[in-house]
């Protein structure tokens, strides 16, 4: 007997053992790389039959994201980590601390033989966190080989130096020179047709200069307590990298090319239209198979007047969330995706540098082997990349430094536009930012939160409700018969009490977190009426006004001008023509379309040069156009002989998001449309043998009949107008400088981009607030206007 | 007499013609205001047709020269997108609480269009003023809720919450439309002694017809095309809706415009085969007069 049943209990053993393992690993990664990816991991699994790997990809937000699966206990066993950005899991305990394995100071795991920086950039109090999987330096020159011939300007040797003046006596040596010597203009035209230089995106930019030269806008990376936003160092830089493109128009400006017309820095390089382009290693793989004129890539410059040689980078680690059931195995897949076998296979599908220095530099993984004719593969020069790995500085920021974080990446903006000069732009953020940092640091240190108390006023507040809703009928009498159908209409609402439970609960909790700082993930603190005060003081933070503002200003244009555009389409479409069902379908079909899809559609119809809209305003020879509407826009806006860069421009873009809303007004058209078939034809008839024309039985019929169905769209409308979101969120991300970041667009920047779960509640309930005075506004206006058929007095 | 009679045909002829230049304008009107409405679906189309090389190399508006439907097969059989399964994915995120929400809405909805109950008033003021509140106040409590209930990663923020009777926006449609019903009938079925369930099920909900078509069209373009719930609560690739697949294609260095525009045109093509074909009751159905 006890035999049998020890045999049982082995076979089960052997049975559970021979389940394999399931490691979920998340990953930013998408498109081709997920194919490479999807490879290694079915190598891993041939390897390691006992283990099966689930890669989950996650699109947007990465970080924030897995810090809310975090939160939600739901986290995977391994994820990719960023060197600048993996102290939010470590300070809150997500990761695991990899010196718990043996090995980690191993041959296998080699993280001798990797590139320092990266190593080190992976250690948070003392321990390594993550492995380093690649390296990517965000600062390489590609350069166009052609026009450096046709300037008759030697290609770069990475000799060179970089000043914030042009130093003609040094010619190739000086990188200014070189940039402003390549910028090509036609005879008196300010604006040249070929760019010296251009940047992948704005940020790049600013912060290789700034990184480069050594320049520090704070004083300690792990705590900063300083600002020095007036060292004339910063603003000389950032005047600098302003003048690069608006002053000498050595490079094409940001809003023109990426907001303004849906192309990209990478695409004007590839045209030929720009000289030399900053961005990381990462594009090789597209310039060899895009790129038409022969290049190369160079190094960025050395600031002249310094030793600094840091630079901008990129990369990425793996490392385990400390919930995981099984770290033996997720070690053994962290070891196999960042050993030698797993960089070679990702290196090989030609986007990511290897950590492991060696393979760096080995021909035929990461740099190009000769191919069979014994030529090698552009770019010749792709050996810089081991010295420019080691140039690559991270920096952990603590993350309650995100936001003034944020508001000094957001200055860069009204920099490079040249809307505002340097020094004006980092007087303002002197001015405001240093009591935003005192307040961080405080909110850091403030008290616990009281649950007790806290508990006691949710069940106040629920109680409250409960009897606002049964106190005017507590003395009403009532007979057998009203109680049953009573009880038996509480037995159909049951579904919705339930429901009910689920949208008052979640707003009572959302009410007392709006007074704690918590990221709901470390025990909350208590702010009392901290964060209503902080976002309704500008001196703290002038956004929330700038952001009613301007949401303010995008409902009064869209709401009446969507109201006005379906009401006269229905007109339209309620007319007994052939072929109208058809033109319903059509006209709805816009709001139907995903609308991810269509945003990226609208970028390019507002397209500064190519787009429609432009075109009609300002004909093909972007002159004249119809009516001469473009020019004289133009003057209106303040760019006078420049055609409308909708997207990019704070005084158009709102108008730009109005006119795409138009185009989901279908949606309206079909409320309205039931309003006018609603009204009855015996009126009309009546009115006609009255004598009355089409217009008097529009004023005096069909308007007053559809005042309830105006009267909804406006009270949806304007709900919906309060709350945008999905334009900007896709298109311009909150900006051009502010402009677009609507009150929900900023909430959820401070929810899911800081993890300031208590502020966003207390956005959230003044926008509440905002949208219910306009409600209530407006149900008081509806007497004076709104007809109800049938309704007494 | 005769001379009357031509007279009243003359003046007919005439109203006639003028109603039919007046038609014919309204014609032209909507044909190019529709022409206007499509230009961007004829772009996402065009797109759809070009290779990358030609998307990257031509004018937005060309008509593709080499038109291809490269993309549409890649679209729907890369082992990354899959896209099939997605489809079938985010065809049940968009029937099942579809029909939860609009049989449990109407049920929500018919006491408070026809029966007498203790607090009635100040619950359907709870109702309206629901649909007042910004969906971003219980959006982070919301998360919070599902994490402790331990629902993120599975279908259930999107299924047991449209049990609940789909919104406030739906129920308040199907009162208004039941207020429209004449009340003679369910009297008539309540003397003869039917229950108030009986009267709901059998009685009302037949006459219903039109806005719990309007409702189903509703609701289920909404959870075809939803995009920010399954972005929030769902992590595991395999369980995603095509619109975040579909955002997949847009990465932070670079966009598949190809790809992910012969995407979204499948993903329309449905949606616009359900609207075209409802489309007769959906304006019956919408009523916000009435009965008071």
Known sequence: MKVVVALAGLLLAAVALAQPVTIRYACSTGGDNLKSLNEVVRQFELAHPNIHVKVEPIVDNYENKLLAMYAAQVSPDVATQNPSRFIMFTSRGALLPLDKFSDLNGPEVNLKGRYPNTVNAFKYEGRQYAIPRDVACSAYLFYNKRLFREAGIPYPDGTWTWDTRVRPELREKDFVWVVSQLTKRAEGKSKPYQFGLASAWPQLWMETLLLSRDVRMWDRDDRPTKLLLDDPAVVETFQFAADCLNKNHWMPSFTDVTLGSGSTMQDEFRKGHVAMLESGAWEVKDMRSKMKDDWDIAPFPTFARGTGTALPGEGNGLAIFSTTKHPKEAWEWVKWFCGPKGLTAMARAGESQPSIRELSIRPGVWLPAADASGAALVPANLAITDSMAMRVKFRQLPDWFSGIQNDLQNSYYGVLSGEKTAENVLADLQKDEPAKLALAIRRVDAPPYPYSAGLAVGIALVLALLAWVYAPERKKRTSRTEKQESRSAYLFLIPWLCGLAFTVGPMVYSFLLSFAESDIIQTPKWRGIGNYADALNPRVDDTLYISLRQTFYFAALSVPLGIAFALALSLLLNQKIRGVPLFRALYYLPSLASAVAMSLIWGRLFDKDQGVINLILYGSDGKSGFLHLGPLLSNLIGTPGEPLNWLGNTKTVIPAFVIMGLWGAGGGTIIFLAGLQGISQSYYEAATIDGAGSWRRFRNITLPMITPYIFFSLITGVIGALQVFGQSFVLTGGGPDRATNFMVVWLYQKAFGELRMGYASALAWILFVVILLFTLLQLAAARKWVYYEGELS | ?292
């Open chain 2, 1 to 292: 007499m005769s001379l009357e009679v031509a007279n009243r045909d003359r003046i007919d002829a005439t109203a006639r013609r003028v109603r039919k230049i007046q038609s014919m304008a309204i014609w032209f009107v909507l044909f190019f205001g529709a022409v206007v409405f499509m230009l961007p679906l004829y772009v996402m189309t065009a797109m759809s047709l070009k290779s990358e090389v030609e998307i990257a190399n031509t004018s937005m508006w060309a008509w593709p020269q080499h038109a291809t439907m490269a993309n549409y097969v890649t679209v729907l059989t890369d082992p990354n997108l899959n896209f099939v399964r997605k489809l079938a994915k985010t065809l049940f995120l968009a029937v099942v609480p579809t029909c939860a929400s609009v049989l449990t809405g109407a049920m929500v909805a018919y006491p408070f269009a026809r029966l007498k109950f203790r607090g009635r008033d100040r619950l359907f003021l709870i109702l309206l003023s629901t649909m007042m509140l910004p969906g971003v106040v219980t959006l982070i409590p919301g998360y919070v809720l599902y994490a402790k209930l331990g629902w993120i990663n599975t279908y259930k923020p999107f299924i047991i919450p449209a049990f609940f009777g789909g919104g406030a926006f739906g129920i308040f449609l199907l009162r208004q439309f039941m207020m429209g019903i004449p009340r003679e009938i369910d009297e008539a079925a309540k003397l003869d002694g039917a229950s108030n369930a009986a009267i709901f099920w059998r009685l009302l909900l037949p006459n219903c017809g039109p806005v719990l078509a309007t409702l189903a069209v509703f609701g289920f373009v909404g959870g075809f095309k939803d995009f920010m719930g399954p972005l929030m609560m769902l992590n595991d690739p395999d369980l995603m809706n095509l619109e975040v697949g579909l955002r997949s294609l847009q990465q932070a260095h670079k966009t598949e415009f190809h790809l992910m525009m012969a995407g979204s045109m499948i993903v329309l093509l449905p949606i616009f085969i359900i609207f075209f074909s409802c489309q007769r009751y959906f304006i019956r159905g919408i009523t916000l007069t009435g009965g008071k």
